[in-house]
């Protein structure tokens, strides 16, 4: 039996975060799947599991965790990897876990949601809009402050980073997303990321993808 279990699906970006933190650590971990687009996260099971309704929830041992930045922050912990080394960096890493959780992959994940997996009848274009800009304005951010830098909140790579990969590994055309929508400076530290011992595409590290692989 696995260390920790994750309960996630191949298309959510904050169970990517978790998973991507596991990989990163080499944990010894497995995927469970959640039938997210057929309803069991609305299921008295799952919210057994967690009262949210959402994914991920991580189990480790006794403890049962939900909400992605907090696993991020456990799991640092757990495996003394990808946290601060000061007061400054922890408040800078938390800056922006809460900055990408409220605004860049939120925005994104939503957006996403509605160009690919809504009903038709609660599609619109005037929310797509506005969701699409969100998603930019908030990847600008990101985009100006990875101009002089390497990584987001200090001198290598923290679970800012991590975090902040939310959505950003899931294909370009799931968003639609043209050439005017490119961000160099961040796709650089994609780049980076992608260096990292451990790391995975999210359709490699989670299940449910109807695909299956797409790297």
């Given at each position: 039996m696995a260390d920790y279990k994750l309960h996630c699906f191949a298309q959510s970006g904050h169970s990517y975060k978790a998973a991507l933190m596991l990989a990163l650590c080499g944990a010894d971990w497995e995927p469970v799947f959640v039938d997210f687009f057929n309803g069991e996260g609305r299921t008295p099971e799952f919210r057994a599991i967690n009262d949210m309704g959402e994914c991920p929830v991580l189990v480790h041992g006794d403890v049962t965790l939900s909400q992605s930045g907090v696993m991020l922050d456990y799991l640092s912990k757990q495996f003394g990897k990808f946290g601060p080394k000061t007061e400054e960096e922890h408040r800078e890493i938390l800056r922006w876990v809460l900055f990408e959780n409220h605004k860049l992959n939120s925005f994104q994940g939503i957006y996403r949601f509605m160009l690919n997996w809504a009903?038709?009848?609660?599609?619109?274009?005037?929310?797509?809009?506005?969701?699409?800009?969100?998603?930019?304005?908030?990847?600008?951010?990101?985009?100006?402050?990875?101009?002089?830098?390497?990584?987001?909140?200090?001198?290598?790579?923290?679970?800012?980073?991590v975090a902040c990969s939310g959505y950003l590994f899931y294909p370009r055309e799931e968003f639609g997303w043209t050439e005017d929508d490119r961000f160099p400076n961040i796709e650089a530290w994609q780049e980076r990321v992608k260096t990292l011992p451990g790391w995975q595409h999210p359709y490699d590290l989670m299940p449910g993808h109807p695909l299956g692989s797409n790297t």
């Open positions: 009903p038709e009848q609660a599609r619109s274009e005037d929310v797509n809009r506005f969701m699409k800009g969100r998603s930019l304005g908030a990847m600008k951010v990101l985009d100006a402050h990875l101009a002089t830098r390497d990584w987001i909140a200090a001198d290598r790579a923290t679970i800012a980073d």
